[in-house]
């Protein structure tokens, strides 16, 4: 997958109220909802539903560490 595509796709899910997994280290599965606010050239920055504030690489969903579930 190319990180321009998945840059975009990303893009185009920002404002939207998207479920997330994260798989963390230690084989740690996270799961949890939140807003893409922001997209930068190598991140982008989830506000989740408590207010928190995540930031994630495009290469975290290349790789698998992060799915979006919608």
């Known amino acids: 997958m190319n990180v321009d595509k998945v840059r975009d796709e990303v893009k185009s899910k920002e404002g939207e109220m998207l479920h997330f997994k994260f798989n963390g280290s230690r084989n740690q599965i ?6 893409i606010i922001e ?8 506000k989740l539903v408590d207010n928190n504030i995540k930031s994630f690489s495009y290469s975290d969903l290349i790789t698998s560490s992060l799915e979006i579930l919608k």
């Open 39 to 46: 997209t930068y050239q190598a991140i982008f920055v989830v």
């Open 30 to 35: 996270v799961e949890f909802e939140g807003e």
